[in-house]
């Protein structure tokens, strides 16, 4: 399964003033990590596109039970990762999930596999 998102840089940005819009979405490691980086706005809308792009990817859309907070995104030495919680880490048992993602001045783009673990 295969999602894909892209997301205008400045939408985002513009969240970067509503602290409670902030909580909502993210988590607090992703703050944490994002208000650390420079361009923080352009982090946090990288970890959005990839939580839409795991929604797209699961097939089950928002509906199914699935809260912003319960999909994690993390950032290695430099490769992203998914981690899940609660209803997302339930519907995606024995599967593991691949992130790709890049950004531009204007957008960042996410792609999000999630295939049986072997």
């Known amino acids: 399964m295969i999602g894909t998102d892209i997301v ?10 509503d602290i409670l819009m902030l909580k909502k979405v993210f988590t607090d490691n ?13 982090h946090l809308a990288i970890i959005f596109a990839a939580k839409e792009a795991f929604m797209k990817a699961i097939g089950t859309g928002w509906s199914n039970g699935i809260e912003w907070k319960d999909i994690e995104v993390i950032n290695k030495e430099g490769v992203f990762s998914i981690l899940l919680y609660n209803k997302a880490k339930e519907l995606c048992y024995g599967k593991r999930t691949f992130v790709s993602t ?13 295939a049986d673990s072997e």
């Open 102 to 114: 890049s950004c531009s001045d204007d957008l960042a783009i996410a792609i999000v596999t999630i």
């Open 8 to 17: 205008m840089i400045s939408r985002i940005g513009h969240w970067m003033k």
């Open 30 to 42: 992703e703050i944490q990590y994002c208000l650390n980086k420079r361009y923080s706005y352009k």
